[in-house]
């Protein structure tokens, strides 16, 4: 399916690695030129070198949770590429606390990382959106509809407020011409998970779903990209959980087990 999107311009918030390089890749696949931030600069120059080959691409280090950098990134993006015409807010900390108790610090970072900069990135990209219209897409969390209890306990009451967020923009900016849709990502095999989660607690992860695996950055990524599209035109406020059927059912291994004994009759 064509998009829509070649010669567009986009933004990735948090675009240097895990889904937030797989959705610039999807961009730039797309013909999009692509605009993309973090705060670690090695990384950065990584990503750009391997984004080179695909399209053009500009990037920048950016603190997210702090308004003002991510108002001076937009722009610079607007000033480099003429126009803003979609925008992905794709960051998010968990914090684990220690003992029983989150300190107000640890409120502060993730409410900032992860709250604020989907505030700061939405109000950034509606200021370069609302003479031509736009798309904006703020990634959640499977943990927004299913929370996590215990070590990340803030995670998903932060990730379900970017669902409310979303739908609180949409209606703000709907007459611009600029939508506002969500994205839920379930479990997904960042290379960042790879490299920290345990073989078993992915197996776990893996063993909730229906369809019995863990997500990978691309598949995130391509509904993101759609959204923004031309296909997308008359989505907005809306909230597209990605995955793959978990928690959906009490008995998530029962099509995979009725299989096997269908194959060993």
């Known amino acids: 399916m064509d998009l829509g999107l070649k010669g567009k311009t986009a933004v990735v918030l948090g675009g240097s690695k895990g889904i937030g390089y797989a959705i610039v890749e999807a961009f730039l696949k797309e013909g999009a030129r692509v605009a993309f931030c973090a705060r670690k600069e090695a990384e950065l120059k990584k990503a750009a070198e391997e984004f080179s080959a695909l399209g053009e691409v500009y990037w920048e280090v950016v603190d997210v949770s702090q308004e003002k950098q991510v108002y001076d990134f937009a722009a610079h993006v607007a000033e480099k590429f003429g126009t803003i015409d979609a925008w992905v807010n794709n960051v998010g900390i968990t914090v684990f606390k220690e003992g029983d108790e989150f300190t107000d610090a640890d409120i502060e970072l993730i409410t900032g990382v992860t709250f604020k900069s989907a505030v700061f990135g939405g109000q950034a990209a509606f200021r370069y959106m609302k003479d031509h219209g736009g798309a904006i897409v703020n990634i959640s969390s499977l943990a927004a509809r299913c929370p996590t209890a215990g070590r990340s306990t803030l995670y998903g009451p932060m990730k379900a407020a970017i669902v409310n967020l979303t739908q609180t923009l949409a209606g703000e900016y709907a007459a611009y011409g600029v939508r506002v849709c969500c994205v839920m990502p379930g479990f997904t095999a960042t290379p960042a998970v790879k490299a920290t989660i345990?073989?078993?607690?992915?197996?776990?992860?893996?063993?909730?779903?229906?369809?019995?695996?863990?997500?990978?950055?691309?598949?995130?990524?391509?509904p993101v990209v759609f959204l923004c599209g031309k296909g997308a035109s008359y989505m907005t406020g809306t909230t597209i959980e990605v995955s793959g059927g978990r928690s959906v059912t009490l008995n998530p291994t029962y099509s995979w087990d009725e299989k096997a004994k269908r194959e060993q009759a």
């Open 198 to 222: 345990p073989p078993e607690e992915l197996a776990y992860n893996a063993a909730g779903t229906l369809l019995n695996r863990v997500a990978e950055p691309s598949e995130i990524a391509a």
